[in-house]
């Protein structure tokens, strides 16, 4: 069974996580055969899904979690529904891209890689996004090290080694295709960026065990080298794998 970790607060998801460089998408569809029906795998509250619609003449977007898909945005081209990733209700060779961001570690890995096989047209796609830890400057990067490597130590799930190793350790199917690394900003304010912190999922699961919230741990320090309502450029490293099958 998969984890669910993503149900609670999904409306605090769809706020607080950041968003994708729409220019990613549009070279992801140069890249696929076709650009007929695209398939957003894990899509949470669809923060990829709706700069995908914009090349695929159909995107069909699916999640384990209705809370996560409720909050999602509406789109006449963009079909949603709960399923998971090694079942989706999709018909053989019929995909031209199946992208995953930021939920690869999550999947029973050879189930959901088999899927891809079936589902994916000659020379379509398999394209999978990840990133790690935000940047903002040297002072908040060491409170949110802090907070990730010692409180929230224990607390987060044997997958986020997964993330951390940006993806090396899986061994993806088909050949590889060349995709530079990029990055997603934002400009926030503070109290945004302790939104986006309260969605972790080691968060969460601190909470859970402790019922202490971490934030309020590490809130002070903010403040001290973040003054209310001052907006910052935050920073991820993003990573898109991106496969091909074979013709």
Known sequence: MAKD???????????FRPGYPVALFRRLAELAPERRRAWDCGCGTGQAT???AQFFDEVIASDLSWQQLSQAEISHNIAYCA??????????????????AQA?????????????????????????????LLSVSPEVDAIIHRLYFEVLHGHW???????ENAYADIDFPFAGEAFADSEMQCQWSRDQLLGY???????K????????DALELIAPELEAVWADREVRLVRWPLRCIVRRKAP
């Open 5 to 15: 970790r993503f149900s609670t607060q999904s409306d605090q998801y769809q706020q």
């Open 50 to 52: 709706a700069p995908l």
């Open 104 to 132: 690869l570690h999550w999947f029973n890995l050879p189930a959901f890689f088999g899927a891809c096989d079936e589902l994916l047209r000659p020379q379509g796609v398999l394209a999978v996004l990840t990133y790690n």
């Open 197 to 203: 912190l309260g969605t972790w999922s080691g968060l």
């Open 157 to 163: 799930d044997a997958e986020r080694k997964l993330v």
């Open 83 to 100: 399923a998971s990733a090694d079942s989706p209700p999709l018909a053989a060779g019929s995909l031209d891209l199946i992208l995953v």
């Open 205 to 212: 699961q601190h909470r859970k065990t402790t019922e202490l």
